[in-house]
């Protein structure tokens, strides 16, 4: 199987403070993750592109210092929300790929719901 | 960069009917368009893919076709059964560790 988990399903927090989201891959090793941020009734949009022990790759207009990007090993990926606003409730999904040239699939976490009050 | 439109962005059927969605691209260099359904709330569930070497594809009740020349791709849904209805999303990308640019859905209802 492929299975990737998120963590936590669901946070609310204080405007001003920072949350962090941990995406895994439980059962392969994943070179690569993505992360998206999905609005309600809305298409996912890729905010970064993480790859394991490097910098990651973040899509335009995505604040890189604002959404801090870690992909210290081969199976964690975490997206660090600084100083979290009302604007940025929204559905965090993590997806994560083998890369290989068998498949090209992307796994995707069950998703995170982060409410900033 | 990669644009995928996607049309139409809400469609209802009877059960039993053909679904119909439609997507198009602008990457020539893309490969790899895959689809997926997203219930509500819940994560993205790829349902079929197909690579730029391949016109069309099945897999029971769903088909894909895709057209290199016109840069479009196709979701054909058969005998529709309401445990269906959900929000559909086509993607497109380059495949490998390349990232996927999503259309922007299609909300499926499937009525008894």
């Known amino acids: 199987g492929a299975v990737v988990s998120q963590h936590p399903s669901r946070v609310i927090c204080k405007s001003g403070t920072s949350v962090k989201i941990e995406c895994r891959s439980l059962d392969f090793q994943a070179t690569t993750m993505f992360w998206y941020r999905q609005f309600p009734k809305k298409s996912l949009m890729l905010m970064a592109t993480s790859n394991e022990g490097s910098k990651a790759t973040y899509e335009q207009g995505v604040e890189k210092d604002k959404f801090l990007i870690n992909h210290a090993s081969l199976t964690l990926s975490t997206l660090t929300v600084t100083s979290a606003h009302p604007e940025d409730s929204s559905f965090y999904i993590c997806?994560?790929?083998?890369?290989?040239?068998?498949?090209?699939?992307?796994?995707f976490g069950p998703g995170t719901r982060l409410t900033v009050t | 960069g990669e644009n995928v439109e996607q049309h139409p962005s809400t469609l209802s059927v009877q059960e039993g009917d053909s679904a119909v969605i439609k997507c198009t691209y602008s990457?020539?260099?893309?490969?790899?368009f895959p689809w997926y359904k997203q219930e509500l709330g819940k994560r993205p569930q790829l349902i079929i893919d197909i690579r730029s070497n391949v016109g069309e594809k099945k897999d029971q009740r769903i088909a894909v076709t895709l057209n290199k020349t016109a840069k479009h791709f196709s979701l054909h849904i058969t005998e529709t059964q309401p445990e269906d209805s959900a929000v559909y999303f086509c993607a497109a990308g380059r495949g490998g560790f390349q990232k996927l640019v999503f259309g922007t859905g299609t909300r499926l209802l499937v009525s008894p």
């Open positions: 990457d020539s260099a893309s490969n790899y």
């Open positions: 997806s994560a790929t083998k890369g290989t040239d068998s498949t090209y699939e992307q796994y």
